[in-house]
Structure formats: structure tokens, C-alpha cells
């Protein structure tokens, strides 16, 4: 088995503070703080915690409940990452006293969803599910519908280690249709992976690997590493269920190196124990041993019994594979208390068929029975199949719904274009009118500008003639009245016979 178990703490997503105090002044002291934590805590945790225990001096100093609650969250944060979840738990505990004592909304949120991620990875899953729904309280009341839906995925998570997928698969649809339109990439992909896992284990591999390829794409873009080797581990093990050794060790050394750089020893112990778990089906179990005793050292450090039951399996296999059959009981009895106690129905089913095939090859044929009847009896209560077309459903019924939204929008994207296009045509066609009228006007008064020139050019030739008349009858006038009148040579003549 390639499984690997996750834990969504949204702790990134509050980092906001809602300041309910005397004034701005009085809140400067401690938003510097709160600044130079959020700057290291993913890379420098150590000194981080340096940080929170000035806020928390601060705070106990001036009595300011407000950022106590603040102070403790953020030391519970650094523990849980260090995977000291005695110490997560306790500061953890003070944050919510305090925060609820201050009215400090935003800090109950994330201390309840940090209890309820270290209940989830110490197996006590009904404690887990108490401080997840008081989280969805607190979000009601505040009417932050984000965190209330965010929460839906761990919700799922506990659903789904009990066995019940469909449930499961209920809750992240749900988130999933919240958190799509609003396009927030880390609740997105947080729920594909967990539509995906969901999948994965009902033996749909090629739905998984859909939704797989959905997660990665909005992995990529988010920068958190975190998430990322927990996306490359479930493809690695989807991988590995239909046989690709190659892809599955390729994803699982990407998970590895992702996780051996941020110190995420979660996600570490996970991809090791997983990656002995390729080696067991190799039949290199000297190295598989190594790898598995490895992971065992790592949750037992933090007491991650969800992780245990898988590392107890993979040792029980390897001393059955070498004929060590009481080591192999031994591991094998190891993991199923665990199951048992945590009602993790998928584990426990297959606990049930190893200690069976153990049973049988030691001869005892009345142990074997009795563990194949479990074994039957917990696979039956599963019902795969049935609630693999449950999940088929919904998710044709989210699909269905995305279309019809989709759809939806369209046809007011269709009608918002016909309503412009309306717009347009109107603007047009009044256009088009105005321009013909210009036109008319301008025709008609070219027609009758051509018309006055016409009368005009009319007129000048008439005046032109009548000019020329005047004219002509002045010539002749002038003429008639030269032909009376005497030369110059008569007059002279005479003048000169009358002066003799």
C-alpha cells in the first residue's frame, strides 16, 4: 500500500488582526512583532519563536488578552511544524482561552483548526471533528463563509479515515463549488487532492489521476511546498496501484527532496515509508527495512499513529516475505490496534488479510478464518461500489451545475451582446437618418444655391446684353450725329471765306 495521509491547516489563510484595542499607538508595538514573525516562521522557526516569546512577554506585561491569544497561537503554530504536538496542543489551549476572553475571532479560528489537526494526527478523530465544527461555529458567527467551507476538507479528511468516501467526497464537492468561482487556488486544489485520494482508494485510478492533474496545475501556482509533496505523493501512489513503478518512485524522490528542504518530516516519513513500500513489490526488502525503520523513528518521535498503522504494515509484510512469521504478527497486531482504535475501516481491512495470510502459512487455520471473516466482514461494510456511483453523481451533479452556471453566463454574456448590438444599431440607424437629413439639406441647398448662381449668371447676361444695347445705341448715336455735323476741314474753309 502507497498511502499517505494529509492534514490541511489553514494557518496562512488569518493572518489578518482585527484591532479591537485602545487605539492605533497602543497596537504598534505588537503589529511590529506580528510582522517580523510572519516574515521567518517558514524559514527560520527558531528564531520565530524568539519573536512569539517577546509578543507573549508584551502582552502578560501590559495585560492585553488580545495578543496573548495571538502569542500562543503562534508558538502552537512553530510546535505543530516541529512536530512537538504535546507542546502545539497546550499553546494551543491557551490561545482559544484567551482568544474567546478577548473577543479575538480570527485567532479562535486558527487555534481550533490547529487542535483539530493534531487530534486528526494522533488518530482521536472525534476530538478532531469537535475542534473543526467549533472552528464552522466561530465562522458562522462572524459570517466568514470562506473559513466555515475551508474547514469542510478536513471535515472530509476524518469521514474518509473512517472508510466513509462518500461523505467524504460530500464535503469537498461542497467546498469545491464554493471555492471555484472566488478562483482561491489553496482551497481549490486542496479539494481536488482529496476528490482525487477519495478516488484513488475506491480503485478508480483514472478519475484519481484526473483530479490529480486538476491539483497539480493549481499546485504549481501556489507557493507553499508544503501542499505540493503531498500532491506528488498521492500521484506516486496512484501510480503505483496500476503498476508504473517508474512514475511512482520519480513522484515519490520529488516528495522526498520537496519535503527534505522545507523540514517537513510529515510529508518525509510519509514518501519514505511509501517508497519502501515500491521496494517490498521489487523484493528489495534490506532497503525497503531501512526506509520503513526510518519512517517508524520519525512518527514515533510525534506520535503520528495514522502514519504508524501504514509503517507496521510494511514491516509486517517484509518479515512475512522472509518467512519470520512471529515479527510479522507482531507488526501486524501493532498496526491493527492502531486501526482498531482510530476506526480507520480501510486499514483495518487490510491488517485483516495480512495477519490471515500469516495465519495460514503458520498452519493455524482457525486464526486464519477468523481474520478473513473480519477481513470480509469490513469490506462488505465499505461497499465500494456503491458509494462510487454515490461520488460519480455528485460529481456529475457539480459538473452538471458548473455547466449550467457556465451556461448561464453565457446566455447573459449573449444577451448583454444582443443588448449592445440593439445599442449599436439603434446608434446607427439614428446616424444614418441624421446624415440623410444633413444630406437632403445639403442637396436642397445646393440646388438652390445652383439655382440663385444660375439666376445670377442669367442676370449678368442679360445686364451683359442690355450693357451691349446701350452701347451699340450710343455708337450709333454717336455716329448719326459725326455724319450731321461739319468736318473740320468745312469749318476751317469757312472761317477763312468769311474773314476775306
Do not use: W
Not at 55 to 77: G, I, P, T
Not at 180 to 205: H, R, V
Not at 271 to 294: D, W
Not at 440 to 466: C, P
Amino acid at each position: 500500500m502507497y498511502i499517505r495521509f494529509f492534514i490541511f491547516i489553514s494557518l496562512f489563510c488569518l493572518n489578518s488582526i482585527s484591532l479591537g484595542q485602545k487605539n492605533a499607538n497602543d497596537s504598534l508595538p505588537y503589529i511590529k512583532l506580528i510582522s517580523e514573525y510572519d516574515a521567518i516562521v517558514t524559514n527560520n522557526r527558531p528564531q520565530a519563536l524568539i519573536i512569539a516569546n517577546k509578543l507573549e512577554l508584551l502582552s502578560l506585561q501590559q495585560n492585553n488578552l488580545f495578543f496573548l491569544a495571538d502569542a500562543y497561537f503562534k508558538k502552537s503554530k512553530i510546535y505543530y511544524f516541529d512536530n512537538n504536538y504535546n507542546k502545539a496542543k497546550a499553546y494551543a489551549g491557551k490561545a482559544i482561552e484567551n482568544a474567546k476572553r478577548s473577543n479575538n475571532y480570527k485567532v479562535l479560528l486558527k487555534s481550533n483548526n490547529i487542535t483539530g489537526a493534531i487530534y486528526y494526527n494522533l488518530g482521536e478523530f472525534k476530538k478532531a471533528e469537535f475542534y473543526y465544527l467549533e472552528k464552522i461555529n466561530t465562522a458562522k458567527l462572524i459570517n466568514d463563509t470562506a473559513q466555515e467551507f475551508g474547514t469542510y476538507y478536513n471535515i472530509g479528511l476524518i469521514y474518509f479515515q473512517q472508510g466513509n468516501y462518500l461523505k467524504s467526497a460530500e464535503y469537498n464537492f461542497k467546498a469545491l463549488e464554493y471555492f471555484e468561482p472566488k478562483k482561491d487556488t489553496f482551497n481549490i486544489l486542496s479539494s481536488l487532492q482529496s476528490i482525487g485520494y477519495t478516488y484513488m482508494n475506491l480503485k478508480d485510478i483514472p478519475t484519481s489521476i484526473k483530479f490529480y492533474n486538476k491539483a497539480v496545475n493549481y499546485g504549481k501556482l501556489y507557493k507553499d511546498k508544503y501542499q505540493l509533496a503531498g500532491i506528488y505523493i498521492d500521484f506516486s501512489t496512484a501510480y503505483g496501484m496500476i503498476n508504473k513503478v517508474d512514475s511512482a518512485i520519480y513522484y515519490l524522490d520529488l516528495a522526498l527532496k520537496i519535503s527534505s528542504i522545507a523540514k517537513d518530516e510529515f510529508h518525509y516519513s510519509i514518501a519514505l515509508n511509501n517508497k519502501g513500500g515500491i521496494l517490498i513489490n521489487k523484493k528489495e526488502y534490506a532497503q525497503a527495512f531501512v526506509l520503513a525503520k526510518e519512517a517508524e523513528k520519525l512518527n514515533l518521535k510525534t506520535d503520528r499513529k495514522i502514519a504508524l498503522c501504514e509503517v507496521y504494515q510494511n514491516i509486517s509484510s517484509i518479515y512475512n516475505y522472509q518467512n519470520n512469521f512471529d515479527s510479522s504478527l507482531v507488526y501486524a497486531f501493532k498496526g491493527y490496534d492502531l486501526a482498531l482504535s482510530q476506526g480507520q475501516s480501510k486499514l483495518i481491512l487490510t491488517l485483516c488479510n495480512v495477519i490471515s495470510q500469516v495465519y495460514e502459512k503458520k498452519h493455524n487455520s482457525d486464526s486464519a478464518l477468523k481474520y478473513f471473516k473480519l477481513y470480509f466482514k469490513f469490506n462488505e461494510s465499505l461497499k465500494q461500489e456503491e458509494q462510487l456511483r454515490g461520488i460519480a453523481q455528485k460529481e456529475f451533479l457539480f459538473e452538471k451545475q458548473s455547466q449550467e452556471q457556465l451556461r448561464a453566463k453565457e446566455q447573459q454574456l449573449s444577451k448583454t451582446k444582443l443588448e449592445k448590438q440593439k445599442q449599436i444599431n439603434l446608434v446607427v440607424i439614428i446616424a444614418s437618418i441624421l446624415l440623410a437629413i444633413f444630406l437632403i439639406i445639403g442637396i436642397i441647398n445646393f440646388k438652390q444655391k445652383q439655382k440663385a448662381n444660375t439666376l445670377v449668371v442669367k442676370q449678368k447676361l442679360l445686364l451683359e446684353d442690355k450693357q451691349k444695347e446701350i452701347i451699340d445705341s450710343i455708337n450709333y448715336a454717336s455716329r448719326i450725329q459725326r455724319s450731321l455735323m461739319p468736318t473740320e476741314k468745312y469749318i476751317s474753309k469757312y472761317i477763312k471765306n468769311k474773314s476775306n
